[in-house]
């Protein structure tokens, strides 16, 4: 079999991550166009049910395995390098995340394989797959491809769409001991939530706020901001929410939520990729910024270039004005 | 116990980056400087020296790279690093993901560190995965983007973000950490320990030295090939307003939005 194997991330609760599911989606469209197939890898405690339910996005067969603990990378390294090595997979396919990427350098190390990272699409050339790239900020996209088997591919958030193609799929479960090394490293607690639980989610209009503000005392001016609107709410970026001037359920990208709001009103945010695959398709992006050379004026539809300090306030104080 | 931290010197932040059509490569002629996620990786080596908890006698920054690179090293070593290796070789050049992972491990493993800490991404390539490369290579534990570290009980225990919140995971040694930007706010190098920088020793080794493989390394190495380059989507250009009376601003940016339907 020279098919694509796919790692599926799941919670505590066993639900799969979106984009887990996403690269499942694409690994079976790709796997057809190649004419292959394509296999998830599961570990930890998944249900027959949970386990045979990824048929649904295409796979035909789903590895699990049950004596590796799900949230850390290098257990998982140990299962999909036995995996692709046993039953010979040409590629192996994460969506966008953290652990996607934890593994997919590690599988690198350790069968000696190209990767790609924050992969936008994934193509079929002469029977090899290509993967488009977006390099420098975004300013080019490289074409890269595999000099040889296998080639890992790492997908960047929200890069492919969840599509339900097949239906059950056969579980073959595997026993894979563990290297020395993996089992270094103990997850002692896992997706601790800090902060205030808001809802960002449901508003139509986020002021996502960045390191610009200067402090947390900076998201009070965002408050504001967004209380001048009708379902407005303050969002943040992973950079001051790590610092603690804005709860964790507020965070925008990567390793946050992914938003779509009529408009995102940016205030002190630079923009880095991490931030942006996150808010894109947001409707209208405006930015306040006072670095006129930020990323972040690369995809806004508004750029004002200046002291948000400066010009929060009065524009809070106008839409009030306006709305009366 | 022994500290490598690993540095790049990368293309200053205020230069428009390209890349040379000819080798698919990055040009690196312009102004360099090190990769502002490293500064993170020594302040937190720094740290752990000075804290105590472990007795860290040396801290070693590593790097591969041109000739040039020896000024990533000199800032390392002038922001505490008590001396330098560098890796340097034309063999190099070209190298991928997959080949400088070859090449960085075989010159770590030549000094046998405790811990290699390393900033979480460099500002060029931004590959996040040279953490986890190494770690494999070099059969060590290891954790990516963390943004808090403490020792107990002689071991790591690091926080970091992943999908579903906060993560704490306590890590045995020998260990390979990258680090966020959000770990620690670097300090600034004195005077002194700039104009000191150039006296501590420094190593120049060559891939003949560590005995590696040249076909392993560099293009020869490298399992990716860049086949092509493209424009991304084109997208409409936004306006934008620079802020020279702040009332006027605003109504400008009221305006705007009022037009979209968007207050």
Same mark, same amino acid.
């Given at each position: 079999m020279a098919g694509i194997l796919v790692y599926a991330l799941h919670d505590d609760e066993g639900n799969f991550n979106k984009n887990s599911l996403g690269a499942l989606s694409e690994a079976a469209k790709l796997a057809g166009e190649l004419g292959t197939e394509a296999a998830a890898v599961v570990v930890g405690d998944v249900s027959d049910e949970g386990a045979q339910g990824l048929g649904k996005y295409g796979v035909t067969k789903v590895y699990r395995a049950k004596n590796v603990p799900e949230g850390l990378a290098q257990p998982i390294v140990d299962v999909m390098a036995k995996v692709i090595n046993d039953d010979g997979f040409s590629y192996a396919l994460f969506g966008g995340g953290l652990l996607g990427f934890e593994i997919g350098a590690g599988l690198t190390a350790r069968l000696s394989a190209g990767v790609t990272m924050e992969v936008t699409a994934v193509k079929v050339a002469d029977g090899k797959l290509v993967c488009e790239r977006p390099i420098l900020q975004d300013s080019e996209v490289a074409d890269v491809g595999y000099v040889s088997e296998p080639g890992i591919?790492?997908?960047?958030?929200?890069?492919?769409?969840?599509?339900?193609?097949?239906?059950?799929?056969?579980?073959?479960? $595997?026993?894979?001991?563990?290297?020395?090394?993996?089992?270094?490293?103990?997850?002692?607690?896992?997706?601790?939530?800090?902060?205030?639980? /808001?809802?960002?989610?449901?508003?139509? $209009?986020?002021?996502?706020?960045?390191?610009?503000?200067?402090?947390?005392?900076?998201?009070?001016?965002?408050?504001?901001?967004?209380?001048?609107?009708?379902?407005?709410? /303050?969002?943040?970026?992973?950079?001051?929410?790590?610092?603690?001037?804005?709860?964790?359920?507020?965070?925008?990208?990567?390793?946050?939520?992914?938003?779509?709001?009529?408009?995102?009103?940016?205030?002190?945010?630079?923009?880095?990729?991490?931030?942006?695959?996150?808010?894109?398709?947001?409707?209208?992006? /405006?930015?306040?910024?006072?670095?006129?050379?930020?990323?972040?004026?690369?995809?806004?539809?508004?750029?004002?270039?200046?002291?948000?300090?400066?010009?929060?306030?009065?524009?809070?104080?106008?839409?009030?004005?306006?709305?009366? | 116990m022994k500290i490598c931290v690993l540095v790049k010197e990368v293309p200053d932040a205020a230069v428009q980056k390209r890349i040379d059509t000819g080798t698919m490569r990055l040009d690196r002629s312009g102004?360099?400087?090190?990769?502002?996620?490293?500064?993170?990786?020594?302040?937190?080596?720094?740290?752990?020296?000075?804290?105590?908890?472990?007795? *860290?006698?040396? *801290?070693?920054?590593?790097?591969?790279g041109p000739g040039s690179a020896q000024r990533a090293l000199q800032k390392a070593v002038a922001l505490g690093a008590d001396r330098s290796v560098h890796l340097c070789d034309d063999a190099l050049v070209g190298s991928d993901v997959c080949a400088t992972g070859v090449a960085l491990a075989k010159v770590l493993e030549s000094e046998s560190p405790d811990i290699?800490?390393?900033?979480?991404?460099?500002?060029?390539?931004?590959?996040? #995965?040279?953490?986890?490369?190494?770690?494999?290579?070099?059969?060590?534990?290891?954790?990516?983007?963390?943004?808090?570290?403490?020792?107990?009980?002689?071991?790591?225990?690091?926080?970091?973000?992943?999908?579903?919140?906060?993560?704490? *995971?306590?890590?045995?040694?020998?260990?390979?950490?990258?680090?966020?930007?959000?770990? @620690?706010?670097?300090?600034?190098?004195?005077?002194?320990?700039?104009?000191?920088?150039?006296?501590?020793?420094?190593?120049?080794?060559? *891939?003949?030295?560590?005995?590696? @493989?040249?076909?392993?390394?560099?293009?020869?190495?490298?399992? #990716?090939?860049?086949?092509?380059? @493209?424009p991304p989507p084109a997208k409409q250009a936004g306006e934008i307003i620079e802020d020279e009376d702040t009332a006027e601003t605003v109504e400008k940016i009221v305006a705007w939005l009022d037009e979209r339907k968007l207050i």
């Open positions: 591919i790492i997908g960047r958030l929200n890069a492919f769409d969840v599509k339900e193609s097949g239906g059950s799929a056969e579980i073959v479960d $595997v026993d894979v001991e563990l290297s020395e090394w993996s089992s270094k490293a103990e997850l002692i607690t896992r997706g601790e939530q800090r902060g205030a639980d /808001v809802d960002i989610e449901a508003a139509d $209009v986020l002021i996502g706020g960045g390191r610009g503000l200067g402090g947390p005392e900076g998201f009070d001016a965002c408050e504001d901001l967004a209380g001048a609107f009708d379902n407005g709410a /303050v969002a943040a970026t992973r950079a001051v929410v790590d610092a603690g001037w804005y709860p964790y359920a507020a965070q925008i990208g990567q390793t946050g939520k992914t938003v779509a709001p009529k408009l995102y009103l940016a205030v002190g945010v630079s923009g880095a990729i991490q931030h942006k695959v996150g808010m894109m398709n947001s409707e209208t992006i /405006v930015a306040i910024n006072k670095d006129a050379n930020a990323p972040i004026f690369e995809f806004s539809d508004l750029g004002v270039v200046g002291d948000l300090n400066k010009i929060m306030p009065k524009l809070t104080a106008a839409l009030k004005a306006k709305k009366g | 102004e360099n400087n090190l990769n502002p996620f490293d500064t993170h990786a020594i302040e937190a080596a720094m740290q752990l020296k000075e804290g105590g908890d472990l007795q *860290v006698d040396e *801290v070693v920054a590593v790097t591969m290699v800490l390393l900033g979480q991404q460099s500002d060029d390539g931004e590959c996040y #995965t040279m953490g986890a490369v190494l770690a494999d290579h070099l059969k060590m534990a290891s954790l990516t983007q963390v943004v808090n570290m403490d020792v107990e009980d002689g071991k790591l225990r690091c926080e970091r973000q992943a999908e579903y919140g906060y993560d704490t *995971v306590a890590l045995s040694l020998p260990a390979v950490i990258a680090v966020g930007d959000a770990i @620690n706010e670097p300090r600034y190098p004195s005077l002194k320990a700039i104009m000191g920088a150039k006296k501590k020793p420094l190593d120049t080794k060559s *891939v003949g030295d560590l005995g590696l @493989n040249p076909a392993e390394v560099g293009e020869a190495g490298s399992k #990716t090939t860049v086949v092509a380059l @493209n």
